[in-house]
């Protein structure tokens, strides 16, 4: 199998050896996915799903910045702005089944989340079969912070992670390391940067019986201690609390400092972004399936993006004009209507997701 390129050279297409290999190509933007390269990325597995030749896929990133930063926000502030509905519905409908196809995909793939891997990143690393990190890794799912709500299959991740990790990562958009992603299951093996050279090396000259699992445990090594596994205690008393005020009177009555920071940034955050969030993760533990989370998810990013201006607004604070200072709409927690959050569980796209 020899090397081949998307259009737009975005993703390359290559591999040998009944290894077939994708690297998304967009460094300089830390190979963020827009929907040319999420295009390219389904034809590809389509076409590998019936490969006799191809037994392995391996998804890695360009540069040494990440492996992926997450969706073109810009490009989706473009659309929405610009009325657009059509390509936002076509963005996240194949996005997430992009990312549906990862987690289902009959031939193992296995997803390299060196440097940053967050959004979008994690909807295609976190549900591949095998998940390494590095020392180099910085995970999150940070959408609350522009206004948004976690996507592409995160809420299914976020509702199963230890205890209550799952409601602070999702309403903080709090930065995983490697060990703070094995623990808190967005990754399976972290295999150092050294290493990867020769991880890459053993999958295309694998010799049976050697499963790609067994090959990556050859380069795996323990990271250090978990920083969430020793801030479980004041992570699951506050975040258990019925709602996104009282989690914030919870943290404010913990001795610890990092509780306390993290009370103020709840409390400067977007109102509607952490009350719908909340729900979509405590929501997500009750569902059957990846798919059906998604369909929960696709049914929120549309109401987002087109009944409530503040995911437009944080994406120009956060990305176009960058001043960091969005003005949300409501601006204080005490002034978001009681029926805020009913009203996004009961939007109903069209078309479905599937």
């Known amino acids: 199998m020899h090397a081949q390129r998307s259009a737009d050279d975005s993703v390359l ?10 690297t ?11 929907l040319d390269m999420i295009r390219a990325l389904n034809v590809t597995l389509d076409r590998w799903e019936r490969d006799t030749d191809v037994d392995v ?31 936002v519905h076509a963005f996240f409908r194949e996005e997430y089944a992009l990312d549906h196809r990862i987690a289902t995909s009959r031939k193992p793939i296995i ?15 976190g549900h591949a079969a095998i998940r390494i990190v590095t020392e180099r890794s910085r995970l999150a799912m940070p959408e609350t ?21 799952g409601e602070y990562l999702a309403l903080t958009g709090g930065t995983m390391d490697a060990a703070d992603a094995l623990y808190a299951g967005f990754a399976d093996h972290m295999v150092p940067t050294a290493h990867l050279e020769a991880l890459y090396e053993a999958l295309e000259n694998r010799a049976d019986p050697s499963s790609p699992t067994e090959l990556v445990l050859l380069f795996d090594e323990s990271p250090e201690p978990s920083r969430l596994e020793t ?11 019925d709602d996104v005020p009282a989690i914030i009177d919870r943290l404010r009555a913990r001795s610890e400092p990092e509780a306390r920071e993290t009370a103020d940034l709840l ?9 719908v969030t909340l729900e979509a993760v405590r929501r997500a533990r009750a569902l059957p399936s990846l798919r059906a989370t998604l369909a929960q998810e696709y049914g929120l990013v549309l109401w987002f993006a087109f009944t409530q201006p ?43 997701l599937w």
């Open 13 to 22: 297409v290559g591999g040998r050896r009944g290894l077939g290999h994708l």
């Open 24 to 34: 998304l190509n967009r460094p300089r933007a830390i190979n963020a996915l827009d």
């Open 57 to 87: 896929i391996l998804l890695d990133g360009a540069g040494d910045r990440g492996f992926c930063a997450g969706g073109d926000v810009r490009a989706l502030h473009e659309m929405v702005t610009a009325g657009r509905v059509e390509e």
């Open 111 to 125: 997803a390299i989340a060196d440097g940053v891997c967050m959004g979008g990143g994690i909807g295609l690393a």
């Open 145 to 165: 912070r522009i206004g948004f709500t976690p996507d592409v299959g995160g809420s299914w991740l976020l509702a199963r992670a230890p205890g209550r990790l």
């Open 231 to 241: 801030a479980r205690e004041w992570i699951d008393d506050a975040f258990a609390a």
């Open 267 to 275: 409390a400067s955050s977007a109102p509607t972004a952490v009350a």
């Open 310 to 352: 503040d995911l437009v607004e944080g994406i120009r604070a956060q990305v176009v004009d960058k001043d960091r200072s969005p003005r949300w709409t409501p601006p204080r927690l005490d002034e978001l209507p009681g029926d805020r959050v009913a009203e996004a569980f009961a939007y109903e796209p069209e078309p479905e």
